[in-house]
């Protein structure tokens, strides 16, 4: 095989089980394991990976993308998908969570279309926008202080709001997902807490994320992965997160 082909093999390894070996890459490919370390660093300086003693784990990124108007238009049938998902869950009468969350943009915009007899309770300027005439679904806007990304609302006087509430289900946006460490990610502290306090207030609570999130976090953890009842992917996971994933016993819609 070839070096480069073994550092192809190498990133695709540790992105799906998070972290590798020296000692099980040099038996597997069949190379020393000073061979091995040079490719470790190799890939870590191309910032493919992070090299640590003895192995090497995946590079978590932090994309910075605080606002929704940098979210827009990006991975458009991703969100799609996991709306069309997060909509064949919903029923005739649900109380229901929108978090700010490009997704539920999309999951909104299903939700009017089909003109569904549920009351939507949202902070999410979007989301709100999008009820332009009459309809059968019922909306409850909660203000607050205006978030950093001027998209949606957050803070105390909004988490006394959402906390008077028993929601049926609630749909959750996600900077990113370290399933090593059980932590899901937000940017800002008082996005954190609105979050959390919507969580508490629901009797379920989805992760609405594409699969990349698993390898991205943020500045803010705003609850542990077995917090939530489930989470809505927009495709298939590699076997080792699916692994991870039921470690947690989580209802996983993919």
């Given amino acids: 095989m070839l070096a480069r082909e073994r550092h192809n093999k190498i990133i695709e390894m540790v992105n799906a089980k998070g972290?590798?070996?020296?000692?099980?890459?040099?038996?597997?490919f069949d190379v020393t394991e000073d061979s091995i370390r040079k490719d470790l660093s190799l890939l870590d300086k191309k910032g493919l990976l992070k090299k640590i003693y003895g192995g090497a784990v995946k590079n978590r990124v932090n994309i910075h993308e605080l606002y929704v108007s940098q979210r827009k238009g990006k991975?458009?049938?991703?969100?799609k998908t996991i709306a069309r998902k997060a909509?064949?869950?919903?029923?005739?009468?649900?109380?229901?969570?929108l978090d700010i969350s490009t997704i539920n943009i999309e999951l909104i915009k299903l939700i009017i279309e089909a003109n569904l007899r549920i009351t939507v309770?949202?902070?999410?300027?979007?989301?709100?926008?999008?009820?332009t005439a009459p309809a059968n679904t019922n909306l409850i806007f909660i203000g607050g202080k205006?978030?950093?990304?001027?998209?949606?609302?957050v803070g105390s006087y909004t988490n006394k709001q959402v906390a008077q509430f028993n929601f049926d289900k609630a749909f959750m946006g996600v900077v990113g997902v370290d399933l090593k460490r059980n932590q899901v990610y937000t940017y800002a502290t008082d996005d954190a807490f609105t979050k959390k306090t919507i969580i508490d207030s629901s009797n379920t609570s989805y992760m609405i994320m594409e699969n990349r999130k698993f390898s991205e976090e943020g500045n803010y953890k705003y609850a542990k992965v077995n917090d939530f009842t489930g989470v809505i992917l927009d495709e298939k996971i590699s076997d080792d997160i699916m692994e991870q994933l039921e470690r947690y016993d989580l209802e996983i819609h993919i």
């Fill in 19 to 28: 972290s590798v070996l020296v000692k099980e890459l040099s038996e597997q």
């Fill in 75 to 79: 991975n458009v049938e991703e969100k």
């Fill in 121 to 131: 309770v949202t902070n999410m300027i979007d989301v709100m926008l999008s009820f």
């Fill in 87 to 97: 909509f064949e869950m919903l029923e005739e009468g649900d109380v229901i969570f």
């Fill in 146 to 153: 205006l978030n950093h990304g001027r998209d949606g609302f």
